[in-house]
């Protein structure tokens, strides 16, 4: 895969993996402690999935595009603010 492919694609990834992190906060408010916990663990499996089926295998032949390997660290309940989200 090229360079300019890769990064595209890292840089979707990544602005699905904000998405869901910024849905958890206005889901928060509205379900249950247990819907929200279900939904949570949902969302963690989903970043999970993108992190190891995308931005790892592309990482491979281009390591500096998965610069933050902290990124499995980052819970569900550390929101970033909007307007602080990265665009890879």
């Given at each position: 895969?090229?360079r300019?492919?890769?990064?595209?694609?890292v840089?979707?990834a990544n602005?699905c993996i904000d998405q869901?992190?910024?849905?958890?906060d206005p889901v928060?408010?509205?379900?249950?402690a247990?819907?929200?916990?279900?939904?949570?663990?949902?969302?963690?499996k989903?970043?999970?999935a993108?992190?190891q089926?995308?931005i790892?295998?592309?990482?491979?032949?281009?390591?500096?595009?998965?610069?933050?390997?902290?990124?499995?660290s980052?819970t569900?309940?550390?929101?970033?603010?909007?307007?602080?989200?990265?665009r890879n």
């Amino acid at each position: 895969m090229d360079r300019k492919l890769a990064e595209q694609i890292v840089a979707l990834a990544n602005g699905c993996i904000d998405q869901l992190i910024v849905s958890l906060d206005p889901v928060e408010r509205v379900a249950s402690a247990e819907e929200f916990a279900a939904y949570k663990r949902g969302v963690a499996k989903v970043i999970s999935a993108f992190d190891q089926e995308i931005i790892e295998r592309i990482a491979r032949e281009y390591p500096d595009l998965n610069p933050d390997d902290d990124a499995d660290s980052v819970t569900a309940e550390a929101a970033p603010d909007p307007a602080k989200i990265s665009r890879n």
